[in-house]
């Protein structure tokens, strides 16, 4: 039977997981609902019973198939699978946080012809801190597009869509939303922009009394990431344990980040978070009246997630290394705009 409306989406994070979810949820509420993800790290979190239609495909340059053109042969295999997971519809609706990587442009052009959709629109899922800034397209970045064009010679099925503009294809003709997150801040055109709801729906006066006692370390690497120096990251973890030590609080959990795992920021009193959930979905799930990190976007979520009640807080920012002043200023901006605290 030919669906009259499919949406589509594709994710590589946890946000865009929680996006993808909530658009089901509250926005493409009469659709049939098509989850495809491209980052093995996912599978964890996707509840299957969600969706209507659920699938992992592989990254076709990290994973390509045996052979000669295997790079080819694994995106061709995958419009395929994605087309049998989607089946027939009269409108598709195909959602991606960028529409320039390989992977997902090809979808553009084949998937509405391998399921004789007669409309197709492509819808842009938002990012985190990467979302509030465009990322024009460098001439060497757009002529590289037309390179991929030569790829019709392996299959007619992989015709890339080129664009210019931004990078994640806002500008591009075949864009008409932009999906964004509530309070954060944008450069997008605001004919095309629509806000989220928030991401996790939680239901009043439902809080947890132990909260109150209880209070979450972010961690991330910072040293290790050389954003910032070894004597002011042991500084910095000191400055937040005692902080917490003069609030009261008598459990201090710490959520180490996967790509920290020296645990930087931990101290020997800290009980560590042992779970494969990513953060983002353990924070939707868990209760905390103190929530405190540096400079990790993770900050940013949890001030979405939890209400006035919970503290947000970001240490140690005279101490990070920043690549540019811009960089700076904007993600202080965005932490200003939250709510996030400084300390």
Not at 309 to 330: C, I, L, M, P
């Amino acid at each position: 039977m030919k669906a009259l409306r499919v949406s589509l989406y594709f994710v590589a994070s946890p946000l865009q997981y929680l996006a993808a979810r909530r658009i089901a949820e509250s926005i493409e509420t009469e659709a049939r609902q098509v989850l495809v993800w491209y980052q093995p790290g996912i599978t964890p979190i996707v509840k299957s019973d969600d969706w209507d239609a659920s699938l992992y495909i592989p990254w076709p340059r990290k994973n390509p198939l045996p052979g000669l053109f295997g790079v080819s042969k694994r995106l061709v295999e995958n419009l395929h699978l994605v087309a049998n997971l989607v089946g027939q519809c009269d409108t598709l609706i195909i959602h991606s946080a960028v529409f320039d990587t390989e992977a997902i442009n090809y979808f553009l052009r084949a998937l509405p012809k391998l399921c004789n959709a007669s409309a197709m629109h492509a819808r842009i899922l938002p990012d985190g801190l990467i979302s509030i800034r465009r990322y024009p397209l460098s001439v060497t970045k757009a002529a590289f597009q037309c390179f991929r064009k030569f790829r019709k010679l392996y299959s007619r099925e992989l015709n890339y869509w080129c664009f210019t503009g931004d990078r994640i294809g806002s500008d591009a003709p075949f864009c008409d939303r932009i999906y964004v997150l509530a309070g954060l801040p944008h450069e997008y055109p605001s004919d095309k922009v629509h806000v989220l709801p928030p991401l996790v729906r939680r239901n009043e006066g439902q809080r947890d009394v132990s909260a109150s006692r209880r209070a979450l370390v972010i961690g991330q690497p910072l040293e290790g990431a050389g954003l910032m120096k070894a004597s002011d990251r042991d500084r910095v973890a000191k400055e937040i344990h005692d902080w917490l030590q003069e609030k009261g609080i008598q459990q201090i959990d710490y959520k180490g980040h996967p790509k920290d795992p020296n645990l930087e920021l931990n101290e020997p009193s800290y009980r560590i978070v042992e779970t494969d959930q990513p953060l983002e979905t353990y924070l939707a799930e868990n209760a905390y009246s103190i929530v405190v990190g540096v400079r990790s976007s993770a900050l940013i979520f949890a001030r979405q997630i939890y209400d006035a009640n919970t503290d947000v807080v970001a240490f140690g920012w005279d101490k990070v290394v920043f690549r540019s002043e811009r960089e700076r200023q904007d993600m202080r901006d965005v932490f200003h705009r939250l709510r996030v605290q400084f300390k």
